[in-house]
């Protein structure tokens, strides 16, 4: 018996079972959601010398446990980073999947996917945990990245060789990883070391590839039109299938004939997103979210492969624009419309020969957002209590529309992320995960909050002998400037904090204007360094183009057409300051909050992103300067000017600059809302 069928059939040591058979599983002795013993420890049935954990057909999806077919994987996707590290350099350790398995399972999670070949340490602590608890272990969804993405470059396709054969290569090597059978050299922007550690028993399912570029799939599907294809063993292409599809054919073949030969058949899919989904979008603005087609339809597992194959959408209920302007998507859901319920029908009606999974989907808890979604869902500008509550709405929701998974994007923070509409604003990537802004979205989908410590050497401290401020003291993070302004006698009905750092234009270059007896702030912009002029050819950028000072505000979208109809740009007001305490272990933490009064000490306190300051990068002191691309410039640090009702008091804030500082974690708040749909939906 091959090692990985023996290790299938020891893990059914808990059912009371002798081994799995041709039988159908038993079903749950309850349909209660949080029952004590209600046991998800694997059962494989066996067909034909093949150990089958999991099966997707036209029936549905089922993972066989011991208490039952389960037909729904509630789970969270994991990054391969950490902070102040980009992907590829594959920083965690030991203790941190240690540490993140037990939060995950607490939480009720109970499938993890990953993108890509994880370190040894990955693959040794989730059959650690596991073996530690048999009732409640971590299903692993296994990915298969794509280690060269030149196709998505002028001329590129998914047939040149340095595409295929590295996708192939990294086929292989994953098969060997979850097998424990991998030996791999040092190699930049890959995993390497000895896999020793088989997790088969509790791989539920693989999903390789990308989200298929359109320009790249388009120049494939036409310059490949005529390639030469043979059937599959395990996997084939439609005679329908485009040159993508039977690309994406041949690679799962490949896949599912290097399981096989562990004796092993689970679902296997690729990864799809709504930007190449087979659904027509006649609704759609932008040309190239409905130019391709990659459709799961055309890609199906032969007779000689029982687990089959499943939908895989990345889909976020904010994007495309479709989900606003297509009217067929206006599905009634628990008591209002809703573009995001009637989309994910739609791909379940498409795909009614298999089941559907939507594999990434959330909101962040950032203070900045990249584009407006209905219903309030927007990629971005939630608290975190908004952002846990919408996570667990939307993992309902993919299963009320019959759907067979539902995984949270993502479970910690990522600090090397980019959105469009503030990348424009930063230093080149190479530093951009050594800070973590507040304003890019894109850094904030975690369940784990990934909070900065503050910069060491960091604390300036302003001592005026006279006038209206008694005491001033400035701290940096790699999200924020700290400012505490304590007064001697009493507040100001009025707070100003300018800041100047490049040389050009003369004079201030941002301030922030907080009126304490009206409880408002706003954060402005002088209209030469507004950084959202670099975001759009739109002259008339922003609606106070002409004045002095501007509003700080993101752009959300650009002005487009929509079914025939001129659509303006839509601008985000992230300059509206939130007053409120952002201390986590406060009752009424808010991690929108970036000012609050502290009444008894008479003492203001603001929390200011450095993108709001200006800061393309604060690990380099690097500024944001004029121009159209800006210019940078490195500075001494921010001259900063305080008036408080009339009465200024100046201050030169420099720090240190840094490679590395430190972080915490810690459950997001409100996160209790999204374990209770995780339980619940575990059942």
């Keep these: 018996m091959a090692a990985s069928l023996w290790l299938a059939s020891s893990a059914l040591a808990g ?5 799995a058979s041709d039988e159908a599983a038993p079903e749950p002795a309850s349909a209660g959601s949080t029952a004590p013993g209600l046991s998800w420890a694997p059962a494989p049935l066996t067909e034909d010398g093949i150990s089958v954990l999991a099966r997707a057909d036209a029936d549905g999806f089922a993972l066989y446990t011991c208490s039952g077919s389960k037909t729904f994987l509630p789970g969270v996707n994991l990054g391969a980073t950490t902070p102040l590290h980009q992907p590829g350099e594959l920083a965690i350790e030991a203790t941190d999947y240690r540490r993140w398995f037990v939060q995950m399972g607490d939480l009720g999670i109970r ?26 272990p ?48 040092e190699r930049p922007g890959h995993a390497s070391g000895e896999w020793k550690t088989d997790v088969s028993p509790w791989v539920v399912a693989w999903i390789a590839g990308v989200e298929w570029d359109p320009y790249g799939v388009a120049r494939t599907d036409e310059r490949h039109r005529g390639a030469a294809y043979t059937r599959g063993e395990f996997f084939t292409a439609t005679d329908d299938a485009t040159a993508t599809e039977r690309w994406i054919a041949r690679h799962l073949d490949a896949l599912a004939a290097a399981e096989a030969e562990y004796g092993i058949s689970v679902p296997i899919a690729f990864v799809n997103w709504p930007t190449a989904d087979p659904l027509e979008h006649p609704d759609e603005p932008n ?14 597992p032969t007779d000689a492969w029982p687990g089959g194959t499943f939908a895989s959408y990345h889909a976020y209920p904010y994007y495309p624009d479709f989900l606003r302007h297509e009217p067929g998507l206006r599905l009634e859901y628990d008591g209002r419309e809703d573009p995001y319920a009637g989309y994910l029908v739609a791909l379940r009606e498409h795909h009614a020969t298999m089941p559907v999974m939507v594999t990434e989907v959330g909101v962040p808890s950032s203070l900045g957002s990249a584009h407006d979604g209905p219903l309030g869902r927007s990629q971005g500008g939630h608290s975190e209590q908004e952002a846990m509550r919408t996570d667990a709405e939307l993992l309902r929701l993919v299963e009320a529309q019959g759907l067979a998974g539902g995984f949270v994007f993502s479970w910690t923070d990522e600090w090397f992320k980019r959105t469009w509409n503030t990348m424009q604003h930063q230093a080149p990537a190479e530093r951009r995960q050594l800070w973590h802004d507040p304003l890019t979205n894109e850094q904030h989908f975690g369940l784990v909050a990934t909070d900065s410590a503050p910069v060491p050497d960091s604390v300036r401290e302003v001592i005026p002998s006279t006038g209206p401020v008694e005491y001033v003291v400035a701290e940096a993070d790699a999200s924020y400037l700290h400012l ?17 750092a490049v040389t050009a234009p003369a004079g201030d270059d941002y301030r922030v204007d907080l009126d304490l007896s009206g409880r408002t702030g706003q954060a402005w912009v ?8 670099l975001d759009t050819d739109d002259e008339a950028y922003a609606p106070d183009v002409g004045e002095t000072w501007h509003r700080f505000r993101l752009l959300t979208n650009r002005s487009t057409v929509a079914g025939g109809r001129p659509v303006p740009a839509e601008h985000q007001e992230v300059g509206a300051l939130v007053e409120g305490t952002w201390g986590p272990t406060e009752a009424e933490y808010d991690s929108s909050a970036t000012w609050q009064v502290v009444d008894a000490h008479d003492t203001v306190r603001l929390r200011l992103p450095w993108g709001m300051l200006g800061l393309a990068d604060p690990s380099s ?35 240190p600059t840094w490679n590395h500082v430190e972080h915490g974690e ?16 575990a059942r």
């Design 15 to 19: 059912c009371g079972l002798v081994r």
């Design 111 to 136: 499938v993890v996917r990953v993108y890509t070949i994880h370190p040894p340490a990955f693959y040794d602590e989730l059959a650690a945990y596991n073996q530690a608890n048999p009732d409640r």
């Design 138 to 185: 971590l299903y692993l969804v296994q990915g298969v990245y794509l280690p060269d993405e030149s196709y998505v470059e002028e001329g590129g396709t998914l047939y040149d060789k340095p595409v295929d054969r590295g996708f192939a290569q990294e086929i292989a090597d994953a098969s060997a990883a979850v097998h424990g059978r991998l030996d791999r050299l």
């Design 287 to 300: 040309p190239t979210e409905d130019l391709v087609s990659v459709d799961a339809n055309h890609v199906v």
């Design 484 to 500: 505490d302004v304590t007064f001697r006698d009493r507040l100001p009905s009025r707070l100003v904090v300018s800041s100047d």
């Design 526 to 533: 002088r209209e030469e360094l507004d950084p959202l002029r």
């Design 621 to 655: 002191r690097t500024a944001l300067g004029p121009g159209k691309p800006a210019r940078t410039e490195v500075v001494e640090g921010l001259a900063l000017t305080l008036d408080a009702d009339g009465s200024q008091l100046t201050m030169d804030y420099t720090w």
């Design 666 to 681: 810690r459950l997001k708040a409100g996160v209790g809302v999204l374990a209770k749909a995780f339980r619940d939906l």
